[in-house]
C-alpha cells in the first residue's frame, strides 16, 4: 500500500494562461443580401462565453475576378463587419481578407453549385418521447463531391446540434437526414425552419470536427480542440462561401 501510495502525484494544471486568440467567422451566401463578419478575441478557460469584440480592423472580401468589397463595422454592434446587397456566384473563390492589431488574417472558400432541396417531412421521434422528428429530403447530384451544413430553428431558436453530412456513400442518391436534437421538444404548432448549406470541403471539416465533440464528456464523443481552421496566422474560426436555402414547415 505504501509503495501504491507513493506513486500519486498531484497534477495542477494551469488552464488560464493561454495567450488570447482571435475569432473570425465570416460568411458570404448565394442569396442577396447582407453578408456578415464578426471578429471577437478568445478568453482563458473557465471564463465565461464572452467574448470581447475587436473594432477598428480592415475587412474586406475578394472574388478572384478583381472585385475586391470593402466591409463597415456597425455602430451599434461592436466587432461586426457587414456589407449590404451583394450575392457570392457558384464555382468563385472568395477570399476574405483581415488587418487586426497590424496583423494579417487571410481565408479562402469557393461556393460550389446549389442543390435541389425537397420538402421537410417529420414523424414521432422514437428517441426523444412526444417530439417530432424533421427529416431532410434531397437528390444528391451524381459524380460531384458534395458537403452539407443544416441549421435547424424551432420557433425561431437554434438548436444546438450541429449537422453536417457528404456524399461518400450517396453520390448520386436521394438521402433523407434526421435531424436528432435534444433542444426542443417539437410539439403541434411549432414553426420549424432549416437552413440548408452546400459547403465545400475545408468549412465541412471545420463543421464535422466541431459535431465530433457536442457530445463529450462521459459517454461519448471527442477531446475538446480547436476545429482545422481555414484562416491564416493562427486565427481560430472559419470563412466560408456557401448556397443556402431554407425550407420551413408547421407542425400539424
Not at 16 to 22: K, R
Not at 25 to 37: A, F, K, P, S, Y
Not at 52 to 64: E, F, L, N, Q, W
Request: hydrophobic share 35%.
Amino acid at each position: 500500500m505504501l509503495a501504491v501510495s507513493s506513486c500519486q502525484k498531484v497534477i495542477n494544471l494551469n488552464l488560464n494562461n493561454a495567450a488570447t486568440q482571435i475569432v473570425i467567422e465570416g460568411n458570404i451566401t448565394n442569396l442577396r443580401g447582407t453578408q456578415v463578419v464578426t471578429i471577437s478575441q478568445s478568453v482563458p478557460f473557465g471564463n465565461t462565453n464572452t467574448f470581447p469584440p475587436i473594432s477598428g480592423a480592415a475587412v474586406t472580401i475578394s472574388d478572384g475576378k478583381g472585385n475586391t468589397y470593402k466591409l463597415t463595422e456597425s455602430t451599434t454592434t461592436p466587432g461586426t463587419y457587414t456589407i449590404g446587397n451583394l450575392s457570392g456566384k457558384t464555382g468563385l473563390t472568395y477570399t476574405l481578407t483581415v488587418v487586426a492589431n497590424g496583423v494579417t488574417y487571410t481565408g479562402s472558400s469557393t461556393m460550389p453549385a446549389p442543390v435541389m432541396y425537397g420538402p421537410l417531412t417529420y414523424a414521432p421521434d422514437t428517441f426523444k418521447s412526444g417530439s417530432q422528428l424533421i427529416t431532410v429530403n434531397f437528390q444528391d447530384p451524381a459524380n460531384v463531391p458534395n458537403q452539407y451544413r443544416f441549421v435547424l430553428y424551432v420557433n425561431s431558436v437554434q438548436a444546438k446540434t450541429i449537422y453536417v453530412s457528404n456524399d461518400e456513400f450517396t453520390d448520386g442518391g436521394f438521402v433523407d437526414i434526421n435531424l436528432y436534437q435534444n433542444t426542443f421538444t417539437i410539439v403541434k404548432g411549432d414553426t420549424v425552419i432549416v437552413e440548408e448549406q452546400g459547403i465545400d470541403k475545408n468549412i465541412f471539416l471545420y463543421w464535422y470536427s466541431l459535431s465530433q465533440q457536442q457530445d463529450n464528456g462521459s459517454g461519448g464523443g471527442t477531446t475538446p480542440s480547436n476545429p482545422p481552421s481555414n484562416l491564416s496566422n493562427n486565427a481560430l474560426g472559419y470563412f466560408s462561401a456557401h448556397t443556402e436555402v431554407e425550407e420551413g414547415v408547421i407542425i400539424q
